[in-house]
């Protein structure tokens, strides 16, 4: 299996396989990782299980730094090294982050052109096409800078039906990247 993005097949590959080695027999790894805030540090961990969700792959550790259990994207996991202390054996919580958080219902119209995205992030039981080839999303789910930017890469082919303010926030950063990136005159 080929565990890479494009365009970085070994490294991706390398960092999964020490990854899953670690976890077999046991050995913390020091992580240098980029957080979502921009930050980036070193923790140095114990590595339970790798778990592919949403796209992307994930580890879930116990964080020798925090001391308590933690969820890392592989993807900005920017430096992996093995450390020779091993650990014992944990058993993992279940840390689907906010699964008791009620989030918003947030209904979204792509343009059939739009169609491979949609399909990409969301299930096909909650997509309804439209005659005209639309498609109509309505999908409990945090109304989070992702989601933004998920919306933003999509550009003239998504319409936030509701709730109101989400159309409000993406009419804000749309002009803000309108009025940073307009030319100079």
């Not at 046991?26 to 070193?42: C, F, L, N, W």
């Not at 699964?99 to 739009?114: Q, W």
């Not at 992702?146 to 998504?158: D, E």
Request: a neutral charge; charged letters at 35%.
């Amino acid at each position: 299996m080929d565990f890479s993005r494009w365009g970085n097949e070994a490294f991706d590959n390398e960092k999964f396989e020490r990854l899953r080695s670690a976890i077999v027999h046991r050995r913390k790894v020091r992580i240098r990782y980029a957080g979502s805030d921009g930050s980036t540090g070193e923790r140095i961990v114990e590595p339970h299980k790798l778990a592919y969700k949403a796209n992307a792959w994930y580890l879930k550790a116990f964080c020798n730094v925090r001391q308590d259990w933690r969820i890392f994207k592989l993807n900005r996991i920017l430096e992996i090294k093995m450390v020779e202390e091993t650990f014992p054996h944990r058993d993992i919580p279940e840390l689907e982050g906010d699964s008791g958080r009620e989030y918003p219902e947030i209904t979204l119209r792509f343009s059939r052109e739009a169609a491979y995205r949609v399909y990409d992030e969301f299930d096909a039981a909650r997509i309804r096409r439209q005659e005209n080839g639309d498609l109509i999303v309505c999908e409990r789910m945090p109304d989070d800078a992702w989601l933004i930017g998920f919306l933003l890469s999509i550009g003239t082919q998504v319409e936030v039906l509701s709730p109101a303010y989400l159309r409000e926030i993406l009419a804000r950063q749309a002009k803000e990247i309108y009025e940073r990136n307009r030319s100079r005159e």
